[in-house]
């Protein structure tokens, strides 16, 4: 079983809807959690991050964290063209302190015209 | 990411020789991390600093890879008798000043290309 799993997409989503990407985590101890986007060619770049349970909103973006059930979740809001790219869920054991960061495989979205 | 340099942007190399790349963040940040990206694929832990100590390195995928760091400064990851399963972009990373720990801002990579 894979650390942060992923649904690799493609996640084809029409512009002005919602876009729902999932991850899930094996490490039930894991305190952070982290979404980050990537277009191709690009290094990736910090969208969101969640510590406690429930919905943490900013702008178009909502990330959701369950740690019950091991899963956190970002939505898109009004869905732009620019929005297309991967989208990785990172975790971390801590929140306060460096430590090792595990990546999915990630989530290929694309937002149609 | 403004704050880390790294260096070569592309290498190219021959199956069995030995390559170097380098991460050079602004100077203050603690910690480093090392990624490796696959083409298509997630990103691959391969170690973090602590200053100069690297507490888990536990992502090297083999005795080939070794990385040290200078302090706060410079970072090298060293592949030696390269191979073509190395071929990948190679990513540095580091949590700015003015973030939570675990937030990372990521260099442009070093491509590695092993023909």
């Known amino acids: 079983q894979k650390e942060v799993e992923q649904n690799s997409g493609p996640l084809s989503v029409p512009e002005g809807a919602i876009a729902s990407l999932n991850c899930t985590y094996s490490?039930?101890?894991?305190?952070?959690f982290f979404w980050y986007r990537q277009y191709s060619g690009k290094s990736p770049e910090l969208i969101m991050f969640i510590y406690s349970n429930g919905d943490k909103e900013d702008g178009r973006f909502t990330a959701q964290l369950n740690k019950a059930s091991q899963y956190v979740s970002l939505l898109i809001r009004d869905s732009q063209p620019s929005d297309s790219a991967t989208y990785l869920c990172?975790?971390?054991?801590?929140?306060?302190?460096?430590?090792?960061?595990?990546f999915g495989s990630g989530t290929r979205l694309s937002i149609r015209p | 990411g403004a704050g880390v340099s790294q260096s070569p942007s592309n290498k190219v190399t021959e199956k069995g020789k030995d390559v170097e790349l380098r991460c050079d963040p602004i100077?203050?940040?603690?910690?480093l991390y090392w990624y490796r990206q696959r083409l298509g694929q997630g990103l691959e832990f391969l170690i973090y600093f602590q200053g100069n100590s690297a507490p888990d390195k536990s992502g090297l995928p083999s005795d080939r890879f070794s990385a040290e760091r200078t302090g706060e400064s410079v970072s090298t990851l060293t592949i030696q008798r390269t191979q073509q399963e190395d071929s990948a972009v190679y990513l540095c990373a580091y949590p700015p000043l003015d973030s939570g720990a675990n937030v990372l801002t990521f260099g442009a990579g070093s491509r590695l290309t092993v023909l």
């Open positions: 990172a975790v971390n054991a801590r929140y306060s302190s460096a430590s090792k960061i595990i």
């Open positions: 100077s203050g940040h603690t910690a």
């Open positions: 490490d039930r101890g894991s305190q952070s």
